[in-house]
């Protein structure tokens, strides 16, 4: 079993920047792959990008594709998903979720937080 708990969201100017974290329970943290998931109201929920477990490839959504950056710290139990340049269609709740593999799809992940909320206003 593995918590996630998100950390660090809010509201921003477009432009600017956020970290979201994304805290682990548990031992095993360094085995799982990491992804981040958005939904904005309205819409269904979309991959954002996915860290593997150890060494540490990644995949990014074209649409945050050189503005997000993913990245995790097992000593720390902790994903990180760096935004840059952010903009208000970025405006979304983020998810961090645990799978066995990287993947883009969702219902490849066991383990998912309560999300925290993005607002990049204009």
């Known amino acids: 079993q593995v918590q996630l708990v998100e950390s660090g969201g809010g509201l921003v100017q477009a432009g600017g920047s956020l970290r979201l974290s994304c805290a682990a329970s548990?031992?095993?943290?360094?085995?799982?792959?990491m992804g981040w998931f958005r939904q904005a109201r309205g819409k269904e929920r979309e991959f954002v990008a996915a860290?593997?477990?150890?060494?540490?490839?990644?995949l990014v959504a074209d649409s945050v594709k050189g503005r997000f950056t993913i990245s995790r710290d097992n000593a720390k139990n902790t994903v990180y998903l760096q935004m840059n340049s952010l903009k208000p269609e970025d405006t979304a709740v983020y998810y961090c979720?645990?799978?066995?593999?990287?993947?883009?799809?969702?219902?490849?992940?066991?383990?998912w937080g309560q999300g925290t909320q993005v607002t990049v206003s204009s």
């Open positions: 979720a645990a799978g066995s593999k990287i993947e883009l799809r969702s219902s490849y992940y066991d383990y």
């Open positions: 548990g031992r095993t943290f360094s085995l799982y792959a």
């Open positions: 860290i593997s477990s150890r060494v540490g490839r990644t």
